[in-house]
């Protein structure tokens, strides 16, 4: 971790590192993204939405969404 500025008088800031890791196993909680495809244009915005249904409250999940050209499901 490089700490890049602190408050003024300070030379240190608490924090919390959080590890997850990544693999290729069935997730414990598999999120849903809706919707599942749509088409865009280049430059105009589009809206889509990311939930966890199943996920624990107060547990922590890591996920992302990956955008593609169309040319892979």
Request: charged share 15%; aromatic share 8%; glycine share 10%.
């Amino acid at each position: 971790m490089v700490q890049y500025n602190t408050s003024n008088g300070t030379s240190s800031q608490q924090h919390t590192l959080l590890l997850r890791k990544v693999g290729q196993t069935t997730p414990a909680v598999r999120p849903t993204v809706s919707p599942a495809n749509q088409p865009v244009t280049p430059g105009v915005p589009f809206g889509l939405t990311v939930a966890w249904p199943d996920a624990a409250r107060g547990e922590r999940y890591l996920g992302f969404v990956e955008y593609g050209d169309g040319s892979r499901p």
